[in-house]
């Protein structure tokens, strides 16, 4: 791999991830079993991509609270959200994104 | 909400939309009358103790047993000084819950979509739900059963 394939590579992971997400939300929507909504392929296919999908993941979080926090923390291995936020899906959220800017993954 | 893959027996005369779509609380939160939490096990379930990997039917009934509930056969109907709920799943997972109103109609909310109230129990089955599997009722006071329908008390 050359240096200069690294932006179509950046580009492809992109547009995969909004691609599995927009499936997802779509394939989820009705769903209540936050398990069920983890197995969805599209879920899965994200868990995935690996750290390459954190600040995607964080970023759609940012924009539209939703279930993403399984694959978050199968991926990081993190869990940031407090005790007294859990549950409350827009608190979590909130605590996800917070974490992602202490990390760097995504810009205040 | 229109007839669709995941709810194929609604129809515009046996539903109604009572909510807009939030993400802020979902089916099982609503049967057990809270709007502000996603219960799930491992997050908020009770009894609080029920392991977080066990989204089985067990783990449904096991929350409206919590919550009062027992087992009431096949009789949906509507009964003076009840309350009743009905358990859904599809294969060992539950999927939904609903919740039956003092009208005798029954109110769902969809996932992360829309509440809604429905006529029958089985008017949200035969799709991404399954089927109704436990029906389960207690006993409210006089007062509750005559009380605001769809809203919590």
């Known amino acids: 791999m050359t240096d200069s394939s690294l932006p179509v590579l ?3 992971v992109s547009d995969r991830f909004l691609r599995l997400a927009a499936a997802w939300k779509e394939q989820s929507r009705h769903m209540s079993n936050t398990a069920q909504m983890a197995m969805l392929r599209s879920y899965q296919q994200i868990i995935g991509m690996g750290e390459l999908a954190v600040p995607l993941l964080l970023e759609e979080l940012r924009r539209e609270p939703d279930h993403w ?6 991926i990081t291995q993190e869990n940031p959200v407090p005790k007294d936020a859990v549950g409350k899906v827009r608190l979590m959220a909130q605590a996800w994104v917070e974490w992602g800017v202490r990390e760097r993954y995504l810009s205040a | 909400m229109t007839a669709n893959a995941d709810f194929p027996r609604l129809t515009t005369v046996n539903h109604r939309d009572t909510s807009p ?3 802020d609380y979902n089916c099982i939160a609503w049967a057990a009358e809270d709007t502000e939490n996603w219960w799930q096990p491992g997050m908020v379930w009770i ?3 029920w392991p977080a990997d ?3 039917l ?3 009934e096991a929350v409206f047993r919590s919550l009062g509930y027992a087992d009431c056969g096949q009789d949906a109907g509507l009964e003076s000084g009840s309350q009743k709920v009905a358990l859904y799943g599809s294969g060992f997972v539950y999927t939904h819950a609903a919740r039956q109103l003092p009208s005798g109609k029954w109110t769902s909310k969809l996932g992360k979509g829309e509440d809604i109230e ?3 129990p089985e008017d949200v089955g035969g799709g991404l739900y399954g089927e109704v599997v436990q029906l389960m009722k207690r006993a409210v006071p006089m007062a509750a059963t005559a009380g605001n329908p769809g809203q919590p008390s």
Do not use: I, K, Q
Request: net charge negative; glycine share 8%.
């Open chain 2, 21 to 23: 779509p939030t993400v």
């Open chain 1, 69 to 74: 926090f399984w694959a978050l923390e199968a």
């Open chain 2, 47 to 49: 009894p609080a103790d």
């Open chain 2, 58 to 60: 067990g783990a449904l």
């Open chain 1, 10 to 12: 950046r580009y492809d």
């Open chain 2, 54 to 56: 066990d989204f089985g």
């Open chain 2, 118 to 120: 429905h006529s029958t």
